[in-house]
């Protein structure tokens, strides 16, 4: 069997435990991106998430990501920027919340058979209207890319995030790892810069004083490079 092979069951294998475990809520979220090149060195990128909830009644989030990075080597690129997110009960207005946000990407680090594995290290500052209190969380992730044949571009894509929150504030209420994401999912190029992607997210959060969270998500996302 070959390794390609071999990880793809291996993938296939972890996801459906995942799947039949995640049993509270059902999601979709939706993502458009784009990363245009300003030059040489800088980047600027902005994303627009939305994400609906079966026990929400509908849409529930919209987070609005706007950054700009510097690439200080082949492979290696510091961000910093803001999000904008407001959120949502039932399709109406809740509460609006405000980050600050920074962070370095490590692209094609290692290389794993025919695969390429890269990393990304977010920090993030919350506030929210009306809430006092500044919220700081870490957020490390890893992905991992296995094109279906050799020069490929179709794969499949594994990923891990971890929320690890450093303080509690009367909306950050777990000091340590709060989720986690992990997704499988099909990536592959629609057009001239344009890259789709389509899988299956399983996102669990850990709640000491109650029940932990599961949630089923579909994750559809559109990425265009300039």
């Given at each position: ?105 490590l692209d094609n680090i290692v290389k794993i058979g025919p695969g390429q ?12 209207e009306g809430v006092d209190g500044t919220a700081w969380r870490l957020r ?87």
């Open positions: 069997m070959s390794i390609r092979l071999k990880l793809m069951t291996a993938a296939v294998a972890l996801s459906l435990p995942a799947a039949a475990r995640a049993s509270e809520d059902e999601q979709l979220w939706t993502t458009a991106s784009a990363t245009v090149k300003l030059s040489d060195h800088w980047r600027f990128s902005q994303e627009v998430v939305a994400r609906f909830s079966n026990d929400r009644d509908g849409l529930y989030e919209v987070e609005m990501n706007s950054l700009i990075g510097y690439k200080i080597g082949k492979k290696v690129t510091v961000w910093a920027g803001y999000t904008h997110d407001p959120q949502y009960n039932g399709g109406d207005f809740s509460v609006m919340e405000h980050r600050g946000r920074q962070q370095v990407t594995l890269s990393a990304r290290l977010r920090l993030e500052q919350r506030w929210r490390p992730y890893v992905k991992f890319v296995l094109p279906f044949r050799e020069g490929g571009k179709t794969a499949l894509l594994l990923s891990h995030e971890s929320f690890i929150d450093f303080n509690t504030t009367n909306f950050q209420r777990v000091q340590g790892e709060e989720r986690m994401r992990n997704l499988i999912a099909i990536t592959t190029p629609v057009a001239k810069n344009v890259n789709a992607e389509i899988g299956y997210l399983h996102q669990h959060g850990f709640r000491p004083d109650a029940d932990d969270s599961n949630d089923n998500v579909a994750s559809l996302s559109l990425s265009f490079a300039f």
